[in-house]
């Protein structure tokens, strides 16, 4: 995992007023909430108390209380009432959860795991997704494998027309990316897997994000081609542009062996001179994310469970000429990595709390609109992967 990066961790959507919501992310239980303005809180699961989850509890105004004893804990994190002990008790200063900075942006819920920051970095979002204005579905789901794999499924798209070529709802795909009108698409089969050579490749690098532009075609034939251009962001986002569709996927560590996709799909902007209604234009992204966890994910998972070693890396496997976004991907995250480490050791010789994730403060740069003065928590920021 690498450490000093906003991760994307729910759907605005998951995160109610009236209950809490549990997630585990990057190896750690949480709990997300929302307080009685509507802000977001982002805090450890687990009551310091006898170690029940606070996601099973319920929100007291500003309080999530613990479904074991009630113990009730502000935005801050400190515990603000111990019923057993009753209102007036002097309740020890250690009695508290961590509290982490969390934004909303992009219709997503996005939590900073690293170091202490006065002023945090803004959430990296290129424009291919910042500003698309079209209409979109997004569906979550988890994967039993480590994030860089899921991420480098993405990353070669190349595999598609071998891996995705023997179900009744790949034919959606031979018609889209292979038919051709003049044979009325019943040559879509033959001519999606034929295009398994890449050609035309151009691979650019913005700072964190790097852009792959190629075609994807039939050797011997040039009519048979398909442009793609993929788009990764760090630490977890794929987008990928094509004729046929347009999607991006944001990709979080549940812990080592296992990761949280957030799929969105977004609407054909043809179909806005045909259907009037955003609920009826959106039917057709439901219904390819519905396709896309019942058939595509389920066969892209027959072979990245399986596949050796469990976690990607620099020189684990032998990478050839068009891997080169990959191999870009497994350069930069090295880097990051290292970059973070060495950040967090000069931090913690000036002050033991800078190499330790800070609880949410009220500045505006992170946006999280809780008190300042609540402690460090505990999470780490270096971890083996």
């Known amino acids: 995992m690498i450490p000093n990066q906003w991760y994307a961790i729910l759907r605005s959507e998951d995160v109610r007023k009236d209950r809490p919501t549990g997630a585990r992310r990057l190896g750690q239980e949480l709990v997300i909430w929302r307080d009685t303005s509507g802000q977001l809180v982002c805090q450890s699961a687990r009551c310091p108390h006898k170690g029940a989850n606070l996601a099973d509890g319920r929100l007291r105004g500003d309080t999530i209380g613990c479904p074991y004893h009630d113990f009730r804990f502000g935005t801050d994190g400190e515990c603000k009432l111990a019923p057993c002990l009753g209102p007036q008790a002097r309740i020890p200063k250690s009695m508290r959860i961590d509290t982490y900075p969390v934004r909303e942006q992009n219709g997503l819920v996005w939590m900073w795991w690293g170091r202490h920051m006065e002023v945090l970095p803004e959430i990296q979002v290129p424009p291919e997704v910042a500003d698309k204005p079209a209409l979109y579905a997004t ?3 988890s994967q039993p494998v480590h994030y860089t794999r899921y991420i480098e499924s993405l990353l070669d798209f190349y595999h598609v027309p ?11 795909d031979y018609m889209g990316w292979g038919g051709t009108f003049k044979k009325l698409g019943l040559d879509g089969r033959r001519r999606y897997i034929a295009m398994t050579k890449v050609e ?7 700072g964190t994000t790097i852009r792959h532009a190629f075609d994807l075609c039939e050797e011997g034939d040039p009519t048979n081609r398909n442009f ?3 788009t990764f962001t760090f630490p977890g986002m794929v987008h990928i542009h094509t004729a046929p569709f347009d999607v991006t996927i944001w990709m979080t560590p549940i812990d080592d062996e296992h990761t949280q996709v957030m799929f969105r799909w977004y609407e054909d902007p043809h179909l806005q001179k045909v259907l009037r209604f955003k609920s009826l234009r959106l039917l057709i992204p439901r219904f390819a994310l519905f396709a896309q966890k019942r058939v595509q994910e389920v066969q892209d998972m027959r072979v990245v469970t399986r596949v050796e070693p469990k976690i990607s890396g620099r020189g684990v496997n032998k ?9 870009k991907y497994l350069v930069l995250r090295d880097k990051l990595k290292k970059d973070a480490e060495a950040e967090a050791e000069v931090g913690a010789a ?3 709390a800078a190499g330790r994730t800070p609880a949410a403060n009220s500045s505006p740069e ?3 609109g809780h008190s300042k003065g609540s402690a460090p928590a505990k999470l780490q920021v270096t971890t083996p992967e």
């Open 319 to 327: 990478l050839v000429a068009v891997d080169e976004l990959n191999a």
């Open 228 to 230: 793609l251009n993929v």
């Open 350 to 352: 000036a002050d033991p």
């Open 200 to 206: 035309n490749s151009v691979l650019e690098t913005d």
């Open 139 to 141: 569906a979550t789901w």
């Open 162 to 172: 071998i891996v995705h070529r023997d179900h009744w709802f790949n034919y959606a």
């Open 366 to 368: 992170n946006g999280s």
